[in-house]
């Protein structure tokens, strides 16, 4: 069975992923490999796993941002 496509226009969409459980987590980089075949994909996710953290601080600087090139699942 061929799977049907995923965008019908000439227009790709463009997808915004973001967790709370590091860049790196499996199911974050499934989901993001397989979206990008067929569209465009932007994570934003922080480094490591930060699952409940905002109750520990909060701050009022901007944090450190890196780019991260997603590993492919291929």
Do not use: W
Not at 24 to 49: D, F, I, W, Y
């Amino acid at each position: 069975m061929k799977k049907a496509p995923l965008v019908k226009s000439s227009k790709k969409l463009h997808f915004l992923l973001s967790n709370d459980d590091g860049v790196e987590s499996q199911g974050l980089l499934a989901l993001a490999n397989e979206l990008k075949k067929e569209a465009h994909v932007t994570v934003v996710a922080p480094e490591r796993e930060q699952s409940t953290i905002c109750l520990l601080y909060t701050s009022p600087s901007p944090r450190d941002r890196t780019r991260y090139r997603m590993p492919s699942s291929a």
